[in-house]
């Protein structure tokens, strides 16, 4: 662990690949904590979904560019969930470019969020370049929402999956905007594209391997 604090904790997990976790209140599950992940490379920085809030959204944005010298050149939210955008507002203010989906930004602005920086729309696919390296992030298909993408750094075989990929021993959490019947076929759809991934990051709990994609259609694919 790099960085912790009572609101929010940093894990170093490869050479470039840093985990973020936070908390967010919630009435059905009590306080959860929520991943994300950065990627720093050449000084430049991308970020897969906000800390919970605006307070630990400037924590992680200050110990980034403070502590570990890099500059946030994009954030990636991987759906339109508090525990993906809660922080959304304060990378707003810090003036970083926000990537997100066709159909994450229809959700937010049906949720009448307001941006002043405006906001990189893509439909199925990106690819954000640091230095030499790319960074990647797919739509493979609705599950945990209808939104829901996932991120790839090829340099550390590292994917984020976020709330489409479930911890070992997970539950299958809330399913409030959850496409069931097409969750497990979605992961399957993950691990072929990302046969070489070897740490994958959940949304919450802890992380590990392709075990997870394994655990993940299973735990849907059992009715």
């Not at 924590?59 to 809660?86: Q, Y």
Request: aromatic letters at 10%; glycine letters at 8%; one cysteine or more.
């Amino acid at each position: 662990m790099v960085y912790k604090s009572e609101t929010l904790s940093v894990v170093k997990l490869s050479d470039h690949t840093y985990l973020h976790i936070s908390y967010l209140d919630t009435e059905a599950f009590g306080k959860v904590p929520c991943n994300g992940m950065f990627i720093i490379y050449e000084g430049e920085s991308v970020v897969f979904d906000t800390p919970t809030n605006s307070e630990n959204s400037r924590e992680l944005i200050r110990f980034i560019s403070s502590e570990l010298k890099s500059k946030i050149v994009a954030l990636i939210p991987t759906h339109f969930h508090e525990d993906c955008i809660g922080g959304i507002d304060e990378f707003d203010a810090h003036g970083i470019t926000t990537y997100a989906s066709k159909r994450t930004i229809t959700l937010l602005n049906d949720n009448k969020y307001q941006f002043n920086v405006p906001i990189n729309a893509f439909r199925d696919s990106l690819e954000l370049k640091l230095s030499s390296e790319t960074v990647v992030t797919h739509f493979l298909g609705e599950g945990h929402t209808e939104d829901n993408v996932v991120g790839y750094f090829s340099k550390d075989k590292v994917l984020f999956g976020g709330c489409l990929v479930k911890s070992v021993g997970a539950s299958q959490g809330n399913l409030d905007d959850a496409n069931v019947e097409q969750w497990s076929k979605t992961v399957a759809n993950v691990k072929a594209k990302f046969p070489e991934a070897s740490i994958v990051i959940p949304g919450h709990g802890k992380t590990g391997n392709t075990a997870l994609l394994d655990y993940t259609i299973k735990l849907f694919n059992d009715k």
